[in-house]
């Protein structure tokens, strides 16, 4: 599997601003489709965002116009950036990686983004 480490999370206020990072410790075939979830206990984790080798990018209704998935494929890594942020984006963001849409996906080991009102 895909080694994912990410980072970049944080405290911020209400509409702040973070940049999340991942680097991944193979390129492709296995990062093909790179992306980002979110968790908050008791629920269970949610798309946030992905973003293909090739560009194209896919984004949850709740994020579209406020977040902004990227890639440096030279560097294996996938970023997300964070604008206009609210209390309810709090949650811990996991980065994945997978050869295709049906493919099991590697994880990384998350990291705590807070949002305080």
């Not at 999340?20 to 489709?33: I, R």
């Not at 560009?55 to 116009?65: I, L, P």
Request: glycine share 10%; charged share 15%; with cysteine.
């Amino acid at each position: 599997q895909v080694q994912l480490v990410e980072s970049g999370g944080g405290l911020v206020q209400v509409g702040g601003s973070l940049r999340l990072s991942c680097v991944a410790s193979e390129s492709a075939p296995e990062t093909a489709m790179m992306g980002w979830y979110r968790q908050v206990p008791g629920r269970q984790r949610e798309f946030v965002a992905t973003a293909t080798r090739g560009g194209t990018t896919n984004y949850a209704d709740s994020v579209k116009g406020r977040f902004t998935i990227s890639r440096d494929n030279a560097k294996n890594t996938v970023y997300l950036q964070m604008n206009s942020l609210k209390p309810e984006d709090t949650a811990v963001y996991y980065c994945n990686a997978k050869r295709h849409p049906f493919a099991v996906a590697s994880w990384g080991q998350g990291t705590q983004v807070t949002v305080s009102s």
